[in-house]
């Protein structure tokens, strides 16, 4: 069986982790399937139907027998999404979603009284900003359902559960997993009930996290999105190994600009938008008239310790674990004038090199050369790769969303935020950034009710 490069930064986990082949991982998760019940208490609701889209989009690239989603699929979509889709199905079915579907595990998008699904199963849960997910037969009622962030974050942890009940050596039961996007790693704070949204926001990096980002960001409900400035800088074009990582990239992509497909996306969402389609380097600086708030999603070390050098006001950086033993961890840090990435990745690089020597070694990657010398260097390139799945992306692009709205709506976010998808009870938190009220500019309010 060739290796298909179009998940080969997922079947990395099982090859690396638990030391199976590349043909036996293929057969692994295309054979894995997936069922998303939206149930009439979530349907007509932002996080509800935000939850439901996000685990469809996160899941299809993972589950590769198929997903489904069932359920009041027939409800209007009122998320501003673009494409013109009149139901929460139509959106589903272009995100990836597949009629006729025989699901092995199934997520419940509801929170009505316990349902008797056969099977590994579980539910979603939301309350404001407090978001998460428990076992399907916990009765656990829904709270505020206006923020579809919660939405975004509820889908991609109820995701990230039934992906790692199919890796061996985890419990395959379904666990409590909860947290708090306006306060992550304190108590589980439901939040304020109105917030400001934000104006302008500079997009640097748009592989799987920058489009995370933007995948929150087009879920809010802006009023007028035509208001809101975004630029987007990147120079890398979308490859076939990005389509399971990238949650926004689809096959007919390969070979465009990421800022080609962010901005065909954004506008399609009508928000304003500029492009720089060149690496971001010691010669990019902020000009006053534009945005103060840089949300990064590199995946190098180097150009984020110049991230500081650029006069932003505030930088909001994502970080990935990159290994296939770590690659369910985040990391967020926000960063000011006070507190530079320079100085928090100081002695800190980038271990590509290492990781290709490393995993050149293994048996799977010598089989694969074995079959066919001439792919050494294809090996190599895969070998060195950092291990991705969309969901950990779409967690933490929502809690880069939730806490740039903190800064714009003159809260004082989380300094430096550590977690693990595997479990959230680990999470650490740090606090420190000085935000003052109206210091940023904002483009209308949400309200999470």
Known sequence: MKIDPAISRIS????????LSFPQTQKLLKGLTLEVHLGADAAGTPAGQAAALTAVRTAS???????????AVDHPLILPLPGRMSTIGAAAKKLGAKPHVKPAKTILISGSAPTTVPGWTIRTWWDGWATGVVPADVFQPLGRSGN?????????LAVAQAFRSVQSGYSCHPNDQIISLWTPGASVDPGPSRVWLPKALWLIGLGNLGQAYLWSLSMLPYQDPQAVELIFQDFDIVKDSNWATSILVSKRNYGLLKTRICEDWAIACRFGVRRIDRPFDD????????????????????PRKLLGGAGFQFIVDGGLGPNASDYHKFRLSVFDEAWLPAQHFEGKGDDEREREVKNMALGAYQAEVAKDPHNQCGMAEIAGASAAVPFVSALTGALAISQTIALVSGVSPVRNLVGSVADLRGSRASRGVVVQPGQLGYAGTMSVE
């Open 12 to 19: 990395k986990i099982f090859v690396e982790e638990e030391g």
């Open 61 to 71: 690239r993972c589950f590769l027998g198929g997903v489904t989603l069932t359920g």
């Open 148 to 156: 579809p962030l919660a939405g975004v974050a509820a889908g991609a």
């Open 283 to 302: 010669s990019t600086h902020r000009m006053s008239t534009e945005p103060g708030i840089a949300l990064s999603g590199l995946d190098k070390i180097a």
